[in-house]
């Protein structure tokens, strides 16, 4: 089984910083993309940064300048520094990766995983 776990979520006053962190372990061949997606209360769930394997990251238009994604891929993890946050940015974070795992049978097969979510709380 492959899965994704994520830290570093909490209480934070607006202007502050977090850094969220998300492991992905298990039968990993390789990983694509990674990325963090967000679901605020009453909202749907919308990306934040993602970064494909090898390639420039991208950002929701409302984080640019502010948070920033990055990943070790010798330790498959995916970070997310975020900064100057802001009240309406609390809301459950949710770690995804592309991942192609290794099947007992031996077989490659791809995955889209999502983490358990890890709430943040922007206070104003």
């Known amino acids: 089984q492959v899965q994704l776990v994520e830290s570093g979520g909490g209480l934070v006053q607006a202007g502050g910083s977090l850094r969220l962190s998300c492991a992905a372990s298990?039968?990993?061949?390789?990983?694509?993309?990674m990325g963090w997606y967000r679901q605020a209360p009453g909202k749907q769930r919308e990306m934040v940064a993602v970064i494909p394997s090898g390639d420039k990251a991208n950002y929701a238009d409302s984080v640019k300048g502010r948070f920033t994604i990055s990943r070790d891929n010798a330790k498959n993890t995916v970070y997310l520094q975020m900064n100057s946050l802001k009240p309406e940015e609390t809301a459950i974070y949710y770690c995804?990766?592309?991942?192609?795992?290794?099947?007992?049978?031996?077989?490659?097969?791809?995955?889209?995983?999502w983490g358990q979510g890890t709430l943040v709380t922007v206070s104003s």
């Open positions: 298990g039968s990993i061949f390789s990983i694509d993309t």
């Open positions: 995804n990766a592309e991942i192609i795992a290794t099947m007992t049978s031996g077989l490659n097969r791809y995955l889209e995983v």
